[in-house]
């Protein structure tokens, strides 16, 4: 276990619904990540926050929807995605930025399938 | 664009054999790094080398960097049927950018 915890673990959505995804670090973390891993594609940076405060948007849809209101937790409030947003979400923490060059800690992700 | 390369896409080897994957990128780097994926797991670090340093060891685990040629290897000796998993190289850039720029992966299979 790498201390980031992500729940749910799977989540099946139509394309109308709202649904969010957690992510807790229990490592006094301060930096938290949001990535996207789809098949056959390399992780994608979505969302940095720094501090309860977001320092990168990585062109995102405005259908997903990131909420920092603490360090230890991140959400992402998903709303009428589309079935290429199929994939499965990774959070991940570091110390602070700085260190998130040297390594960043990863939780067990959510597999999002959206019908 | 930074983004890794690993080579090949896919492994096949049996236990007790070496496992080399490699990785190419296209821009200058503050550090490279290898990162390991159970199926459908979240990432796990697992070396990290910086721009000025040529081999890292740890344990099982030999990283080598040629930045003249842009590329890293990841060498694991003494293969074992846990390390199947699929590896990945993330770079990060010069310049003071905090992104993890991450390759496609290569996916090894260990069999015992």
């Known amino acids: 276990e790498t201390g980031v915890t992500q729940t749910p673990r799977h989540l099946v959505m139509g394309m109308t619904n709202k649904k969010s995804l957690k992510c807790e670090q229990h490592?006094?973390?301060?930096?938290m990540y949001w990535y996207k891993q789809s098949a056959k594609k390399p992780l994608e940076l979505m969302f940095v926050y720094s501090l309860e405060e977001r320092v990168e948007n990585n062109s995102v849809p405005s259908r997903f929807s990131p909420e920092c209101p603490n360090s230890s937790h991140l959400f992402l409030h998903l709303h009428t995605l589309q079935p290429e947003d199929s994939a499965l979400y990774l959070c991940?923490?570091?110390?602070?930025?700085?260190?998130?060059?040297?390594?960043?800690?990863f939780g067990p992700g959510t597999r999002l399938t959206v019908l | 664009s930074q983004q890794g390369e690993e080579d090949p896409q896919a492994l096949s080897i049996q236990e007790g054999e070496n496992a080399t994957m490699n990785c190419s990128y296209k821009?200058?780097?503050?550090?490279l790094q290898w990162y390991r994926q159970n199926s459908g797991r979240g990432l796990v670090h697992l070396i990290l080398?910086?721009?000025?340093?040529r081999e890292k060891h740890s344990g099982r685990l030999r990283v080598t960097l040629d930045t003249s040629k842009k590329s890293s290897s990841l060498l694991i000796t003494a293969s074992r049927a846990a390390d199947t998993a699929s590896y990945f190289c993330?770079?990060?850039?010069?310049?003071?950018?905090?992104?993890?720029?991450f390759g496609k992966g290569t996916k090894l299979t260990v069999n015992p």
């Open positions: 490592l006094g973390h301060n930096a």
């Open positions: 991940a923490s570091s110390q602070d930025l700085e260190a998130g060059r040297d390594t960043q800690y």
């Open positions: 993330a770079t990060v850039g010069q310049g003071g950018s905090e992104k993890l720029v």
């Open positions: 821009t200058s780097i503050n550090n």
């Open positions: 080398i910086r721009s000025n340093e």
